[in-house]
């Protein structure tokens, strides 16, 4: 969202992309926590799930991610759990260990992020551990937690001391937790594989894609589990329109484009994410010599629908086969309609007909 928003012009955008995404026929709607950058300014994506849950029939939604290392996992646990009984179960939890250093320093972190993995990790243990209803104390590396015994009041008829049941809807074992992935080999995806958590990956060029699969079958097969192709999930900018032209304006002169030349580019430049796309193209470029027009052609893919059907079959075909694409979402507030009108596309003339989205190559 363009910095000059109102926390309620985001708040209320959110919910009325998450309307129309449920309408359209979309799985899922995420939604990310950032406090410190004013391109992504939805500090407590619960908030915006909660505000969805009364306005949408299907939908499910994840924070995604929440950014463990920067709550007590003891309140975490207990919040996740709820939410997931408010939504009845049209919850699922996305966690990473974030990406900006700003929201460390503002906890008190080291500005490196290098606490954020191994906070991120303990944080889970400790979450699990709660929905699991048993006492401990946990006294770790970075967190203290615990939890109480319960009295036997069902015996006594005491209701004074009785304590809610706010484990994940339906029992701990059917909440599903997705994890994020950026890097190139990321150890986060060995991490989701041996604990049975979903990929979710940025896309950063085919390489990088294929080597957040591979490492989480291995951490899955090193596990005794089955890895499956169903559960991963693929991040991409995508606008659909009439024609090639009109989806490439859409996106250039609207947003998405704004979002990429102000923001995103010069983050993506720090992060190296880019020499991906610029290995995909065989263009050769140099990074500093990129400009919109070459993003639009090789970073986003807008188009007709037979043009994008085209580019996500090819990336399917050429990572080995995802479950699921994500769309991200851009600040269209002031002319949502071609937004709109392209989710609707995207979910009704694209999706349904991309082929072998599990095959394994
Ligand atoms: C789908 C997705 C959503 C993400 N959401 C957030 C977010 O809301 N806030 C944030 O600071 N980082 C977010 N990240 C970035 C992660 O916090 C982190 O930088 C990334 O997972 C690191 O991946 P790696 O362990 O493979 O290097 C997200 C990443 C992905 C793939």
């Not at 709607?29 to 407590?44: C, D, K, L, R, Y």
Request: charged letters at 25%.
């Amino acid at each position: 969202m363009k910095p000059s928003r109102s926390p309620r012009q985001v708040f209320d955008y959110s919910v009325e992309i998450a309307r129309e995404a449920d309408q359209a026929g979309f799985a899922d709607f995420m939604i990310g926590e950032h406090a410190t950058q004013a391109w992504e300014s939805v500090p407590n994506p619960e908030i915006v799930i909660g505000a969805c849950a009364r306005e949408t029939e299907q939908l499910r939604f994840a924070p995604m991610a929440h950014l463990l290392g920067l709550h007590n996992p003891g309140s975490l646990a207990i919040q996740v759990g709820w939410l997931s009984q408010v939504l009845e179960g049209r919850y699922f939890l996305g966690v990473g260990p974030g990406a900006y250093p700003r929201d460390a320093i503002l906890r008190g972190q080291p500005a490196d992020l290098s606490e954020a993995r191994p906070r991120r990790d303990e944080a889970l243990e400790i979450m699990q551990k709660i929905w699991d209803r048993k006492p401990f104390h946990h006294q770790g590396e970075y967190f203290t937690a615990g939890f109480p015994e319960e009295t036997e009041s069902d015996e006594t008829g005491d209701e004074f001391h009785m304590m809610p049941d706010f484990s994940p809807w339906n029992g701990v074992e059917n909440l599903e937790i997705a994890m994020t992935a950026l890097s190139y080999g990321s150890a986060s995806m060995k991490y989701a594989g041996a604990n049975n958590f979903s990929p979710i990956s940025f896309f950063g060029g085919m390489e990088v894609g294929k080597s957040h699969w591979a490492k989480y079958a291995e951490g899955q097969e090193e596990n005794g589990f089955t890895p499956d192709r169903m559960r991963f999930r693929m991040c991409r900018d995508i606008v659909v329109a009439d024609t090639d032209a009109e989806a490439k304006r859409i996106a250039l002169e609207g947003g998405l484009g704004t979002c990429w030349e102000n923001y995103l580019v010069p983050v993506y430049k720090e992060f190296n994410i880019l020499q991906g796309y610029i290995d995909d193209s065989g263009t050769g470029i140099d990074q500093a010599d990129l400009d919109m027009d070459w993003i639009a052609e090789h970073v986003w893919i807008c188009g007709s629908p037979e043009t994008v059907i085209e580019k996500l079959q090819a990336m399917n075909d050429t990572i080995g086969g995802m479950g699921q694409i994500v769309m991200n979402t851009h600040d269209y507030a002031d002319d949502p309609k071609p937004w709109v009108e392209s989710m609707h596309r995207i979910a009704k003339e694209v999706v349904p007909n991309i082929k072998d989205v599990a095959a394994v190559v």
